[in-house]
């Protein structure tokens, strides 16, 4: 199934609890994923309409959420593009399924371009959302994520 802009755009607004007044803000944000190639499809020409898809609203998701994990948006955007290319199968997965799946960053103060991000396992109902041997950590679990999402999108369209 393919959406419209405004589709993806409101369904994300709706997953995040983006309140009217914060909506420029986040369009912005938006936007500046987009000119970073998020989520990756042509540039559309003057007054052409661009079809999305449901990947495209996926990988806005996983760069949104990346950001509110402390990734820069140059960083998020090239995460949420290996996620799209390696893990996004078992992750859509997990999510059918109705299980938890996290999607974590060691805090450190000195935290490397990729070094920190880990996917948990998802074989249980309620996998670990810290490391073994780690206290703290920062996690979004990306499978309930994208539950919320698809409800917003199922919604938005049938409205249309």
Not at 26 to 31: K, N, P, Q, V, W
Not at 76 to 82: H, L, P, V
Not at 97 to 117: C, Q, T
Not at 154 to 159: S, T
Request: hydrophobic share 40%.
């Amino acid at each position: 199934m393919s959406y419209r802009y405004k589709h993806i755009e409101l369904a994300l607004a709706e997953t995040f609890k983006v309140t009217p007044e914060d909506m420029p803000a986040f369009r912005a944000r938006l936007r500046h994923l987009r000119n970073l190639g998020v989520p990756a499809i042509p540039p559309p020409g003057s007054g052409q309409k661009i079809d999305y898809e449901r990947s495209h609203a996926v990988q806005l998701l996983i760069a949104l959420e990346t950001e509110l994990l402390g990734l820069t948006p140059l960083d998020a955007a090239s995460f949420s593009r290996d996620v799209m290319m390696s893990n996004i199968a078992h992750l859509e997965e997990v999510a059918r399924m109705g299980w938890r799946m996290y999607m974590s960053v060691d805090p450190s103060f000195a935290l490397e371009k990729h070094s920190g991000w880990v996917f948990f396992g998802s074989s249980g109902r309620y996998p670990e959302p810290v490391a073994k041997g780690s206290h703290r950590g920062a996690c979004v679990d990306i499978a309930t994520s994208i539950r919320m999402l698809d409800s917003s999108l199922k919604r938005l369209a049938k409205l249309s």
